[in-house]
């Protein structure tokens, strides 16, 4: 039998999935999207500074051998330990629930930086160049499109903060040997907690934030005014006029410190100028409070503000 | 006979006073726009290729493909744009000159806004840059919004404007100096029908005051009910200039495509295959005769005759290749 | 998915209401639409986009009820967006995308599997002549291409019903020719119903079947494009070649009312026996003439005048309405009728 298949217009037989699977290519361009950039890569390359200090760190005190390092020069052998020892106190480079908190802390600018970014191109972009439209002429609700988004900044977030922490309790039960898994399991979770509380509370807070300012200078303005300026009136406030530690909760980046310290179960310390200030610190369920608050008011801003009226003009 | 006189010296007057208002050193009126052999070019690349013309009064239609140069065309015309070679003159001076400018009006195809500003205040300001005083240009504003029809919307700030309202602005903008010489890029893009019908008509108004307009659109069947006149440009180049009759029957080697109903389409058929001018006839349903022909002057006339001799009750007589579009589409083609 | 494309009306609406605070968008509209190529038009504001929304599952009506393709446009939501491909007339594109993975994208989102969505979007892509340009950037797509590429993410999934708003704006003589075209064979050769929406009356006329007018929010037409139009068994229109003036006179002797006439589109002046035309850029232009003839009316009588002035007829059609006509006169009459209406109150 003879045939002929022209290039015409060919009809499509197949099923159509649900609306349920929709935010996958939606995360998936948006990923695409950030990758692309040269700057994410810098800044994440910057980000990747202190997990290897850390990691280095974390090196030197299990691998450090004194003896054979500094011989039996009695100072040399003082000098080492006392370096070991600075490490392991002020930076907590031992492996402990401090490490892991303090690390996460560390990554806050970096993030900040990368959530700049990246919440001007997956959503700054998408109301300029009128992709909201596209998507929202699919069969899909905003929802769906804001779950596609929110795991692509989930994923960076967690690029910076879970996975080189969770890369370090790896280097650190290689260490140690099995049973630094076995007794500190709990951190496992304690940080995979914290990057929980990171990624939605960022997520929503950079989504929110970039759909209202909508262009990528106004945008890191703004966000360096939420995390930033919100950092200095709360230490202003609290530490220099001596107001009461609640008015700490201005400063989200803070708040969010308060619940992984709670997640990873250590006391919420503060690095402070001089030794002998004590800063005073809101409780933990003070700071919850609060950044449920703030993801609420985020997902009914961005119920109000991505509509779908928007499409037909 | 009397009132025919008088009518044709009123408008023998009418018309040389439009073209006179700034006669050129010789005494002979100045082209209201004038090309002189201009190119223009952007670093390598070419956007005009040494055209020459003049525009007369009335509507020309400016078409061609997008990137053939008729936005460089415009700009030249407008002197936003500095000729790399030739000349561009308006009323006898440089279009790149300030009294040139002062006889242009122009609408731009993109949008040109302050977007914060009321439509009242951009026409305002664009009167006010165009030199008349506070009071004047508010009056001149006014009556050129009216003109567009916008008068009732000019308040409203132009970020909510739709896109017809936009151009309408952009028109009003154009209009508010009372220009001699119109150039409008794409004034009708956007604009719903019914507001299109009134500036088709406010376009009529301004041709019939012996004003020049230089409209292009890609919209060539909405040019048509404008004007017959056209230019044509494609890769830079000036490729016709003339009424749609004349280009059409200046091409010799395409012949006409006419479609011909009639009581008796058989023995109009046998008639048409014996004129010199007929290449071929197709018979069609309903009747319809479809005949391919040459030199389109002589084959009309040789057709009426036919007509009157074969005693044959037309009811159709179409030509389908007369339109702007296929103008375009021939000159084109020719012009490979 | 199975869809009847003959027994099922496409789009039926009653009573369709729908108000934003004090401004009322649509009110009553009652619609029953079968599949096939439908133009709607209407002056800005008139309705059409919040009309194109509620059929979207975008908004909900505020009074009535619908269905689409027998899914209730209140309840469809999702569903309904499933069943329609829509092109925007504003560029809805995702920058940084190359053209094959944003049909893609678009496929995957309309619910395809990933696979299938790629494989679909080169097919596309390659039907609407944009195979060579699949892998560039959008942002590097002409606008000629930006539109194709905009069809091509709406037939991606091969939905039965197009939106498209705006199809041809920005496109020149030869790609708009090019799009009507394509929208034509896909209507008429593979069985795709869609709603044109436009201002351009032509593009309507040469595309679709059946019309809808919107007017203030409500439709004050709707129908096949031919049985809307009223024949006028005594209009003619002439095209004339020559000087009009003794043909007026000679027709009007005749009994023929010569209601226009126009030279190169510029009205002549009609008024008693003037025969006034424009002097030197008349010459090349043809006059026109629209006339209303008498009863058993020859048209061979309108050669022998012509020949009798010297003039040469160059074309001869009877003036029936064409769609810019019926558009104004609906529009016409519809606010005649509503000045009467208040009028009575």
Same mark, same amino acid.
């Given at each position: ?20 699977m ?31 200090v ?15 390092l ?17 490490i ?23 993030v ?12 700054g ?6 992709s ?44 140690e040997?099995w049973?630094y898994?076995e ?18 509370c ?27 300026f ?25 708040n ?17 100028g ?6 005073p610190?809101p ?20 119920d ?10 | ?62 078409v061609g ?6 936005s460089?065309?415009?700009?030249l015309?407008t ?10 003159t308006?009323?006898?001076?440089s ?19 302050y977007?914060e ?8 300001a ?16 006014e009556?050129?919004l ?10 409203r700030?132009?970020r ?26 794409e ?27 230089l ?13 017959d006149?056209?230019?044509?440009v ?66 009309y ?10 005693n ?6 179409e ?18 | ?14 009573q369709?209401?729908r ?5 009322v ?13 439908i ?7 008139a ?33 309904l ?11 809805a594109?995702?920058?940084?995308l190359?053209?094959?993975?944003y049909?893609?994208?678009?496929g ?12 679909r ?12 340009a ?13 539109q194709?590429?905009?069809l ?9 019903l ?35 929406s ?33 024949? #006028?068994? *005594?209009?003619?229109?002439? %095209? !004339?070649?020559? +000087? ?8 009007? $002797?005749? &009994?023929?009312?010569?209601l ?5 589109r510029?009205a ?35 050669f022998?005048?012509a ?10 059609? #009877?003036? *029936?309405?064409?769609?810019? %006509? !019926?558009?104004? +006169? ?8 509503? $000045?009467? &209406?208040?009028g009575?109150?």
């Amino acid at each position: 039998m003879g045939r002929i298949n022209l290039l015409g217009y060919r009809p499509w037989q197949g099923t159509l999935h649900g609306a349920w699977m929709t935010p996958w290519p939606v995360s998936r361009v948006a990923l695409g999207m950030v990758f692309r950039r040269k700057l994410f890569w810098l800044l994440y390359a910057l980000g990747l500074f202190h997990f290897l200090v850390y990691f280095g760190g974390i090196y030197l005190f299990y691998q450090i051998d004194i003896p054979s390092l500094a011989g039996s020069n009695p100072q040399v052998i003082r000098f080492w330990t006392d370096t070991v020892r600075a490490i392991q106190e002020q930076l907590y480079m031992a492996g402990t629930k401090e490490t892991y908190r303090n690390f996460i802390w560390l990554q806050g600018y970096v993030v900040m930086a990368v959530l700049a970014l990246a919440g001007a191109i997956l959503i700054g972009n998408d109301y300029q160049y009128g992709s909201l439209p596209f998507y929202l002429s699919k069969p899909l609700n905003r929802w769906h499109y804001l779950a596609g988004k929110f795991l692509a900044v989930a994923l960076f977030v967690n690029m910076l903060t879970t996975l080189p922490a969770l890369i370090l309790f790896a280097e650190c039960s290689l260490m140690e040997g099995w049973n630094y898994i076995e007794n500190r399991a709990e951190l496992l979770v304690g940080i995979l907690g914290y990057g929980a509380v990171l990624s939605v509370c960022l997520g929503l807070l950079v989504l929110a934030v970039a759909s209202w300012v909508r262009k990528t200078v106004p945008l890191i303005m703004v966000w360096v005014g939420i995390l930033f300026f919100g950092r200095a009136v709360a230490d202003s406030l609290v530490d220099g006029l001596g107001l009461d530690a609640r008015w700490r909760l201005v400063d989200m980046w803070n708040n969010m410190y308060l619940l992984g310290s709670w997640c990873l179960d250590v006391a919420p310390q503060l690095e402070a100028g001089r030794r002998f200030i004590t800063r005073p610190q809101p409780e933990a369920w003070e700071a919850a409070v609060v950044v449920a608050a703030v993801c609420g008011l985020c997902l009914l801003y961005l119920d109000r503000r991505i509509r779908a009226v928007e499409i037909v003009r | 006979m009397d009132a025919v006189a008088s009518e044709r010296a009123a408008l023998a007057e009418r018309l040389p006073e439009a073209l006179t208002r700034s006669a050129s050193p010789d005494g002979s009126p100045a082209p209201i726009l004038q090309f002189d052999r201009v190119s223009k070019w952007y670093g390598p690349v070419i956007g005009l290729n040494e055209v020459s013309f003049h525009l007369e009064p009335g509507i020309t239609g400016l078409v061609g493909p997008n990137g053939a140069g008729k936005s460089t065309l415009m700009k030249l015309a407008t002197g936003q744009l500095r000729p790399s070679l030739g000349v561009v003159t308006v009323l006898g001076k440089s279009a790149w000159s300030a009294e040139a400018k002062w006889h242009v009006g122009y609408c731009p195809e993109s949008d040109v806004f302050y977007e914060e500003m009321s439509g009242r205040d951009f026409v305002r300001a664009i009167a006010r840059l165009s030199g008349f005083g506070a009071q004047e240009a508010a009056q001149r504003a006014e009556r050129a919004l009216e003109l567009v029809g916008m008068s009732d919307q000019a308040h409203r700030c132009v970020r909510g404007y739709s896109k017809g309202m936009r151009q309408r602005i952009k028109l009003a903008q154009a209009l508010v100096h009372d220009p001699e010489l119109l150039i409008l890029d794409e004034p009708m893009n956007g604009i719903d029908p019914v507001v299109r019908r009134d500036l088709h008509r406010l376009f009529f108004d301004l041709a019939e005051q012996g004003k020049s307009l230089l409209i292009s659109s890609h919209q060539l069947e909405e040019l048509e009910r404008l004007t017959d006149r056209v230019m044509v440009v494609a890769r830079g180049r000036l490729l016709a200039q003339g009424t749609v009759t004349e280009i059409r029957d200046m091409f010799e080697n395409q012949p006409l495509t006419v479609r011909i109903g009639c009581d008796r389409p058989r023995e109009l058929a046998g008639a048409l295959l014996r004129l010199p001018e007929v290449l071929g006839v197709e018979l069609g349903a309903g009747g319809m005769v479809t005949v391919r022909a040459r030199q389109p002057q002589r084959f009309y006339r040789a057709f009426g005759q036919l007509v009157l001799e074969e005693n044959l009750d037309v009811t159709h007589l179409e030509t389908t290749d007369c339109s702007t579009q296929a103008i375009l589409e021939y000159v084109l083609q020719e012009s490979l | 998915m199975s869809y009847n494309g003959l027994r099922m009306a496409l789009i039926e609406l009653e009573q369709i209401g729908r108000r934003f605070g004090n401004h009322v968008a649509l009110r009553d509209v009652t619609l029953r639409l079968e599949p096939g190529r439908i133009g709607l038009l209407g002056p800005n504001g008139a309705g059409k986009s919040t009309l194109l929304k509620i059929l979207m599952g975008l908004l909900k009506p505020s009074e009535g009820q619908g269905r689409l393709m027998d899914v209730d446009i209140r309840t469809g939501g999702i569903r309904l967006r499933r069943l329609i491909g829509y092109m925007s007339e504003a560029d809805a594109l995702v920058p940084g995308l190359r053209g094959a993975e944003y049909v893609a994208l678009a496929g995957q989102l309309y619910g395809m599997p990933r696979g299938e969505a790629h494989r679909r979007a080169h097919e596309v892509l390659t039907y609407l002549g944009l195979e060579e340009a699949r892998y560039r950037r959008l942002e590097e797509y002409s606008t000629g291409m930006k539109q194709r590429l905009k069809l091509a993410q709406a037939l991606v999934h091969d939905p039965p019903l197009l939106f498209l708003d705006e199809p041809t704006s920005g496109l020149d003589p030869a790609g708009r020719d090019a799009m009507l075209r394509l929208l034509l064979t896909l209507g008429r050769d593979h069985g795709k119903s869609f709603i044109l929406s436009t201002h351009l009356l032509n593009d309507v006329e040469r595309v679709c079947e059946t019309v809808v007018i919107l007017y203030r929010g409500r439709v004050i037409e709707q129908g096949r494009t031919e049985e809307l139009r009223t024949s #006028r068994y *005594d209009r003619y229109r002439l %095209q !004339i070649e020559g +000087r009009l003036g003794g043909l007026i006179d000679d027709l009007r $002797a005749e &009994g023929v009312q010569v209601l226009t006439a126009t030279r190169g589109r510029r009205a002549v002046p009609l008024g008693a026996e003037v025969d006034v035309e424009l002097g030197d850029n008349g010459r090349a232009s043809l006059a026109e003439l629209v006339v209303l003839v008498p009863q058993d009316w020859r048209t061979r009588l309108f050669f022998t005048l012509a020949d009798n002035r010297g003039v040469v007829i160059r074309g001869l059609q #009877r003036d *029936d309405e064409d769609l810019e %006509q !019926i558009f104004h +006169r609906k529009i016409q009459e519809t606010g005649t009728r509503e $000045a009467a &209406g208040h009028g009575t109150h």
